[in-house]
């Protein structure tokens, strides 16, 4: 299965919740890392719609529409999924999706559905925690699809407010500094209020190296430069073997073959060279992906096909 499941605590929304700094330093007194892998668990945020050309790069439409079919506008139906990590001394959520951090406006621009709930919010409450209970928030990188989630609603006339009042937020460094100085290219990616909100915190954590004490030996960290320049990568370990949250370095299913990429990459070439890499190290290892994007598959087992290409099967 795609899940590696143990004795993972369920806890409820009120429950106390004791300082990080705590938690962190009794989980450190155990080193097997099977204990930060008791459970995974998809976590659906709010979805979207979004140009079906601009997400398949120089791929035809003749060839994308087999894969995810466009609605009258060209759109095409996105996932914006978290990864929960239940382990047996903290909870790590890997993302938080678009949330509603845009006022209706923008909310239909870019095809947010449903656009009156946050739904990763929901999503958390199934399993019966609130953002309160959540001790680290890793961000694969600040575009608004992958950490909006981690605002509150949107509301006329209020300041932006961050949830996850209890956890460490981890960002890579290079993309914090892209953040906070975005090219002209992909400005409109990032909402300026988030950097300030994260460091404002004072629970950011920069990252720049292959682990974090936040998240334990169990996470192992790879950077990419193809769609943003420092895209963190988080490679779970499990006793199934590894799990990549791939992130935008493959959004779905269908980037899995090295050729495809989207318009949004700021560098597409790059960005095959390091899928080629990372697949090639994951596929002897058993890898499996966790896809935030594909509407319909949040883990699938990497494999090769009969002509050598990449493919993800759903499991």
């Known amino acids: 299965g795609c899940e ?9 929304a009120a429950a106390a919740t004791p300082p990080i700094r705590a938690r962190i330093a009794r989980s450190f007194t155990r080193r097997g890392t099977a204990a930060m892998t008791d459970r995974l668990v998809p976590i659906e945020g709010n979805g979207q719609r979004l140009d079906g050309g601009s997400m398949f790069g120089n791929a035809p439409r003749a060839v994308w529409e087999k894969w995810l079919p466009p609605d009258d506008l060209g759109r095409v139906r996105l996932a914006t999924r978290a990864l929960l990590l239940r382990g047996s001394d903290r909870l790590i959520l890997f993302e938080a999706g678009i949330g509603l951090c845009f006022e ?5 621009r870019y095809g947010v559905t449903p656009d009156d709930r946050h739904v990763l919010l929901e999503s958390l409450a199934r399993e019966g925690l609130s953002d309160r209970d959540i001790d ?23 300041p932006p407010r961050l949830l996850f009042p209890n956890a460490r937020f981890l960002v890579s460094r290079a993309q914090f500094e892209r953040a906070r100085h975005p090219h002209l290219r992909d400005r ?8 300030d909100l994260l460091e404002a915190s004072g629970r950011l954590e920069l990252v720049d190296g292959e682990r974090s004490d936040a998240t334990g030996p169990s996470v192992r960290f790879h950077y990419s430069e193809g769609h943003t320049p420092g895209m963190l990568l988080s490679e779970i370990e499990t006793p199934e073997g590894p799990v990549l949250f791939v992130a935008d370095l493959a959004p779905g299913r269908p980037w899995v073959h090295l050729p495809i990429t989207m318009g949004y990459d700021r560098w597409p070439e790059r960005l095959i060279d390091e899928k080629r890499e990372l697949f090639s190290s994951l596929l002897p290892r058993g890898g499996r992906l966790f896809f935030t994007h594909d509407p319909d598959t949040p883990f699938a087992r990497l494999e090769r096909d009969e002509r050598g290409r990449f493919t993800a099967n759903p499991c």
């Open 4 to 12: 590696a499941r143990g004795g993972g605590r369920r806890r409820s």
């Open 136 to 158: 680290v928030v890793v961000l694969s990188h600040l575009h608004f699809d992958h950490a909006g989630g981690i605002l509150a609603e949107w509301r006329e006339g209020e």
């Open 104 to 108: 209706p406006k923008l909310r239909a």
């Open 188 to 195: 409109a990616s990032y909402l300026p209020e988030i950097p």
